[in-house]
């Protein structure tokens, strides 16, 4: 199971809407690691006194912890680092490690994850990584929590796709800076857009007004002259899903990069100095 969609501010002050990994889907992306490495360990044991039953004790024994601290250690560093995240019981169940911010998950995080593993997940059969889980409002295990990362759910679809984007506006759209735009403005907006159906006339193009002046006093530009505040609002939201789009795919490697907004048409009227909305008289 996954937590609903929870924001994250990222270091360009993009808000992300991301689905965090609760324990169950955790757990189980765990157990198929652990069987890989248990699987690959064995394996390797059994080649060890195979190979070196005949040399010095000493250097068995040393060939011996050697495989064991990369086993624990190098299996999950290497595949997260590689994989921008991912282990092999992420990749089957949907799984990745980002960092706090939304960004992809670091090799130094990637190491205090592992050492941390050692501790938690090995040495007490998991018991501390399932109590941090389960207090932790993001699902952190104890490794989480001091490398400042966290486990999303990519297969968790958006409970609010975000509206179309109108094709007159995508082009000033492109250009605005997002940075003001906080979280509570753009759930706003995009609830109004969702049941602007249901709202009566003159209801709907009063709170058009007033919520589109609240999300414009924190962009710019000012959108163009004559815009109607439902799509201005619309193309906001639009954009905004964009770069996030963007922002994600920096962690997928091979992913296609989102089309960007048309440039603006030639012998379009500059925006105006002044932002915001004046309901009519």
């Not at 109590?131 to 609010?160: H, Q, W, Y």
């Not at 082009?171 to 857009?193: D, H, K, P, V, Y």
Request: aromatic share 4%; proline share 12%; with cysteine.
């Amino acid at each position: 199971m996954v937590s609903q969609p929870e924001p994250l501010v990222t270091g360009d002050a993009v808000v992300l809407e991301v689905s965090i990994a609760q324990l169950p889907v955790r757990a189980a992306a765990a157990l198929i690691d652990l069987m890989v490495m248990l699987i690959g360990y064995v394996l390797g044991v059994t080649l060890w006194a195979l190979t070196l039953a005949d040399f010095d004790s000493a250097l068995s024994a040393a060939v011996l912890i050697i495989f064991t601290v990369l086993t624990l250690l190098g299996y999950p560093v290497v595949f997260e680092t590689a994989t921008r995240g991912r282990s092999l019981g992420k990749m089957a169940l949907g799984l990745r490690v980002v960092s706090d911010d939304g960004s992809p998950e670091r090799l130094r995080q990637a190491i205090f994850r592992a050492l941390a593993g050692v501790i938690e997940i090995w040495m007490f059969t998991g018991a501390p990584a399932v109590l941090c889980s389960m207090v932790s409002p993001r699902g952190k295990r104890i490794g989480d929590v001091f490398a400042g990362t966290m486990v999303i759910s990519e297969r968790t679809p958006r409970l609010n796709p975000p509206p179309p984007m109108p094709p007159a506006l995508a082009g000033w759209a492109g250009t605005i800076t997002l940075s003001g735009l906080g979280s509570a403005q753009a759930e706003m907006a995009r609830q109004f857009l969702s049941r602007t159906t249901q709202l009566d006339p003159r209801m709907r193009e009063q709170m058009a007004y007033r919520i589109a002046g609240e999300v414009l006093a924190r962009i710019a530009p000012p959108p163009p002259p004559g815009a109607p505040p439902e799509l201005v609002l619309a193309a906001v939201l639009a954009e905004r899903h964009r770069r996030e789009l963007e922002r994600l795919q920096v962690a997928r490697p091979g992913s296609a990069p989102s089309p960007s907004p048309p440039p603006v048409p030639p012998g379009t009227a500059p925006p105006p100095t002044n932002s915001g909305f004046t309901p009519p008289g």
